[in-house]
């Protein structure tokens, strides 16, 4: 997968997740955008990537918070002055808050709505104008299995995520004609933290036998966005070890 002078944008790449698809971009050759919307871990992320010996490619910070429609397309302007171009946008940003539904304020489910699904709107939109100058790109949406199974007070991130999937096929009916591919990758267990403190039991859960990773989720990004499965859009991809697939009932 050669990503040679693509230029990638991702959402919410200063840590966790989309570090990790950040940092494999730049690994085959792209130019990252890491948006971002603290200056702290952007920064750092820029420099992690920059000074990665095996990196041929390289990464730049621009502040953004995907909460604000005006900086979504402050970024993008600044893309298209800088670089002239955008092959491929990476939606990740994302939050959420986990409370009873009948303590849930407006405030919250606003706060969680516009971060994780109206920036994906609009961050989508403004990246389709730069794509269909030069021809196309892809865009994939990061959703979550969440957005098909729950746990109890998780209604504002469910809500966000099921509506990333149909954003996806909506989007990529409209800018097929221009040759964007939309696609949706939803996660199931990603661990981000100390991997080495997870017990058997959460391994097993999963039919792959293992938890997954922040670097399943940007293999598969790769995957989707790669110019050869340009046959791929308007669908859902989930990479959960088989989680959803596995009926498990209590001792």
Known sequence: MKYTDNI?????SGQGIGLAVATMYAAHGA???IAERS?????????????????????SFVQ????????IERLMQTVDARWGRLDVLI????????????????EAWDRILNTNLRSVFLASREA???????????????ASTRAHMSEPHSEAYAASKGGILALTHALSVSLGPDKIRVNTISPGWIENGD?????PQDHAQHPAGRVGTPDDIARACLFLTQKE???ITGTELVVDGGMTRKMIYEP
Do not use: C
């Not at 990638?8 to 919410?12: F, K, L, Q």
């Open 195 to 199: 991997y080495t403190a997870l017990r």
């Open 64 to 71: 953004t918070d995907v909460s604000e429609p005006q900086q």
């Open 229 to 231: 499965n340009d046959f």
């Open 91 to 106: 939606n990740n940003a994302g939050l959420s808050v986990w409370e009873s539904p009948y303590d849930l304020t407006v």
């Open 39 to 59: 200056s702290e871990t952007g920064e750092a992320a820029v420099r992690k990537i920059n000074g990665a010996e095996a990196t041929t490619g390289s990464a």
């Open 128 to 142: 389709a104008k730069l794509m269909r100058r030069n021809g196309g790109g892809a865009i994939v949406n990061l």
């Open 8 to 12: 990638v944008i991702v959402t919410g």
């Open 31 to 33: 130019h990252v955008i």
